[in-house]
């Protein structure tokens, strides 16, 4: 096998059997710190190791086995006695085996205690990326922008927060199931927007690490809870907003609009498979939840070979079905954008010119009206806008496309 | 494994009557289910002395050691198997209580 080969070999390894890994290590051994440590001695064995010997006819198997043995080495080079292990032995797990059914993988209980609700969020963000994803502190210090040191620490306290104040590691309870996924869909989801909007003016304008990195997560989560309709729904979310990235920015960095995309330069495989996944949600009959319907709204722009072929009526219908759900602003916001296309801007801006108190420094709520009042030719009044607009926005595709618009106002 | 439930008050008004019958029955719901440990009622920091017994002789200083606009007016100290079992007990203590909490692991 050449080096290349092995290379990807240890690259598919890490991607398949990282969060596996840590995930039976903290099982076994009860603390966060060892699993993690010692799935990184593995995976740095495996690099040096791999090249030479060979890949393994079981990579995992391997990894997990040459980790077990770290791990021990490690606490017995620590030289810690039998009360002093029982007393890292802190994270508590109750379930009897095989009391989880079908959901029942070590990587879901991970997953539901690095997104555990007392965690700061910032905190279960870069857990996550850590722990289930593998990222490297200097990595996910890089995906956001902070100082390694910061982030290295923000991990130590998180993970020191879980053993002292005893955060289970387990999957929650039926009954608080519904709450808790919704929240493992917020940090995969803002993994994903921090990717797809990046902000700071010296990032690029789409970090595709953290976009695809959200996605890979969330593939996982789908294949270990393939039942919730949320986590189908956010899934295909991203791969019907991942589809149009290529179009989404000019070749001089400009945020390109939906209604201007080349639709010919979108992910067709991410589309049809974005696509499927809302048809199957769709075939269930369940009442959708928020991820879902936002899905279902990029389904229909994405079904639209041309701009002009958009069902924005089918679009109004989703916004309302969606304000329904979530009456927020926001949504209110994103509702009269598709309610400009059907209705036009005038109808549109009256209904905005309502969400002003809330929504008054909100840069794509002051770049909306800008738009809409360039439509109904207010040139003055929209250029103030879109100074604000400009002003406020942080993503420098954004910022280009906002001034472009702005000078070309009569 | 004990979590310290704070309650967190910033006007210095005892509770109310109502507020009483719901701790109440809080604390015979915990009694009941064996998370009891111990809980109290704690005067204003106005009628907190702070003493410095680190000398040969004691010091004793009017008031609360820190000046703050929230302070704690009250605790309970629970039996929890883990933090997710103690969360839904302050939850209900607060609702109780009519107050925000703070839960905290013992060492």
Same mark, same amino acid.
């Given at each position: ?410 | ?48 002395? @702070?003493?410095?017994?680190?000398? #040969? /002789? ?7 050691? !820190? $000046?703050?606009?929230?302070? &704690? ?11 997710? @079992?103690?969360?839904?007990?302050? #939850? /209900? ?7 925000? !909490? $703070?839960?905290?692991?013992? &060492?």
């Amino acid at each position: 096998m050449s080096r290349v080969d092995v290379g990807e070999a240890i690259t598919q390894a890490h991607h398949e059997e990282w969060a596996r890994v840590v995930a039976s290590l903290t099982r076994q051994f009860g603390d966060l710190d060892i699993a993690e440590e010692a799935a990184a001695d593995a995976f740095a064995t495996a690099v040096e190791r791999w090249p030479a010997d060979g890949v393994p006819p079981n990579p995992g198997g391997w990894l997990t086995t040459t980790a077990r043995r770290k791990a021990l080495d490690r606490i017995r080079r620590e030289n810690k006695r039998e009360d002093k292990q029982k007393q890292a032995q802190m994270m508590y797990d109750d379930d009897p085996p095989g009391s989880l059914g079908a959901v029942d993988d070590e990587r879901l209980r991970l997953i539901f205690t690095c997104c555990h609700p007392a965690l700061a969020s910032e905190a279960r963000v870069a857990l996550t990326l850590r722990l289930v994803g593998g990222l490297t502190v200097p990595e996910i210090a890089r995906a956001f922008l902070v100082q390694e040191a910061t982030m290295g620490q923000r991990i130590t306290r998180a993970k020191a927060k879980i053993k002292v104040a005893r955060i289970p590691y387990r999957v929650p309870s039926a009954a608080d199931l519904p709450g808790r996924v919704s929240g493992v869909l917020a940090v995969l989801y803002l993994v994903f927007n921090e990717g797809y909007l990046a902000t700071g003016p010296d990032t690029d304008p789409v970090r595709y690490d953290l976009t695809a990195e959200a996605i890979r997560l969330a593939r996982l989560l789908r294949a270990l809870m393939p039942e919730d309709g949320e986590v189908t729904g956010l899934l295909a979310l991203m791969l019907l907003i991942e589809a149009r990235r290529a179009a989404r920015v000019s070749v001089n960095g400009e945020l390109v609009t939906l209604g201007e995309q080349d639709r010919g330069a979108w992910d067709a495989a991410l589309v049809a498979e974005g696509h499927q996944l809302v048809r199957e949600r769709l075939a269930t009959g369940q009442a959708p939840g928020r991820y879902q319907i936002h899905a279902a709204i990029n389904a229909v722009h994405t079904s639209a070979r041309d701009a002009r072929d958009t069902d924005w009526s089918q679009v109004v219908a989703l916004y309302d079905q969606l304000f329904r759900l979530d009456p927020s602003p926001i949504v209110a916001l994103n509702r009269a954008v598709a309610i400009a296309e059907l209705d036009g801007p005038d109808v549109a801006l009256a209904i905005i010119d309502r969400l002003q108190d809330e929504l008054a420094d909100y840069h794509a709520y002051v770049a909306a009206r800008a738009d809409f009042l360039r439509r109904l030719g207010r040139s003055e009044e929209s250029r103030a806008a879109y100074d604000r607009a400009i002003a406020l926005a942080g993503n420098t595709a954004e910022t280009a496309y906002l001034t472009r618009r702005r000078d070309q106002l009569g | 494994m004990q979590y310290l439930v704070s309650v967190i008050d910033d006007a210095p008004s005892s509770a109310t009557s109502d507020e009483m019958s719901e701790i109440d029955a809080f604390n015979e719901g915990l009694q009941a289910s064996g998370h009891w440990v111990f809980a109290g009622g704690l005067g204003t920091p106005s009628t907190a002395t @702070v003493i410095d017994g680190r000398g #040969a /002789e004691a010091i004793f200083t009017d008031g609360p050691f !820190v $000046e703050t606009k929230e302070w &704690l007016s009250g605790f309970w100290i629970i039996e929890a198997p883990d933090l997710d @079992v103690a969360l839904k007990l302050a #939850a /209900e203590g607060s609702k109780a209580c009519n107050r925000r !909490v $703070e839960v905290r692991p013992f &060492l």
